[in-house]
T-cell receptor, first 114, second 112 residues
Framework: EAGVAQSPRYKIIEKRQSVAFWCNPI?????LYWYQQILGQGPKLLIQ????????DSQLPKDRFSAERLKGVDSTLKIQPAKLEDSAVYLC????????????FGSGTRLTVV | DQQVKQNSPSLSVQEGRISILNCDYT??????FLWYKKYPAEGPTFLIS?????DKNEDGRFTVFLNKSAKHLSLHIVPSQPGDSAVYFC???????????FGQGTELSVKP
């Protein structure tokens, strides 16, 4: 089966600019996650979708970050405006359902804010 | 509040020897634990998991041990191979929802 696809792989923007990341999960996977991984730290959950509904966005900085998952398939994560501390790898993952299984991660988008 | 902690940022081991990676957690509601492996420029990949009803799970060269009373788990790799060199993340989740809480990671270097 095809893996989780993410684009772009790399992005460099200036602070206060906006940026968007795209994720296409594994076909049939109902649950989609966006994680932020800052250098030297473990991945931190930003938002979790079950189909096209939000299950958990408690750690999403909603003043600047937004995410949507239209039709319960692809998802986009947007940052507007970006800050220097947003420099990180943004990882998308999917799983068949809420429950016991581990996720499948995409390769991530490395964002550098200068 | 760091609920999952990996206190060793790096570990260096000789090829053929045992690698032991450690992880501590604070939340007693966690009941499922996973280890992920990450190569540079790739996403984490699932390696092995263990349910809280077990104290050991083995898969080939990889064994995970869970000590619930100490809230501690460890990953043993025997024998270690140069291809095992990567960052290893410990993760935990509770019985509601799929959210994984990750540790900071340990970078393993296996030297030939």
């Amino acid at each position: 089966e095809a893996g989780v696809a993410q684009s772009p792989r790399y992005k460099i923007i200036e602070k206060r600019q906006s940026v968007a990341f795209w994720c296409n999960p594994i076909s049939g996977h109902a649950t989609l996650y966006w994680y932020q991984q800052i250098l030297g730290q473990g991945p931190k959950l930003l938002i979790q979708f079950q189909n096209n509904g939000v299950v958990d966005d408690s750690q999403l900085p909603k003043d600047r970050f937004s995410a949507e998952r239209l039709k319960g398939v692809d998802s986009t994560l947007k940052i507007q405006p970006a800050k220097l501390e947003d420099s990180a790898v943004y990882l998308c993952a999917s799983s068949p359902m809420r429950g016991r299984d581990g996720y499948t991660f995409g390769s991530g988008t490395r964002l550098t804010v200068v | 509040d760091q609920q999952v902690k990996q206190n060793s940022p790096s570990l260096s081991v000789q090829e053929g020897r045992i690698s032991i990676l450690n992880c501590d957690y604070t939340n007693s509601m966690f009941d499922y634990f996973l280890w992920y492996k990450k190569y540079p420029a790739e996403g984490p990949t699932f390696l092995i998991s263990i349910s809280s009803i077990k104290d050991k799970n083995e898969d080939g060269r990889f064994t995970v041990f869970l000590n619930k009373s100490a809230k501690h788990l460890s990953l043993h790799i025997v024998p270690s191979q140069p291809g095992d060199s990567a960052v290893y993340f410990c993760a935990a989740k509770g019985n509601q929802g799929g959210k994984l809480i990750f540790g900071q990671g340990t970078e393993l270097s296996v030297k030939p």
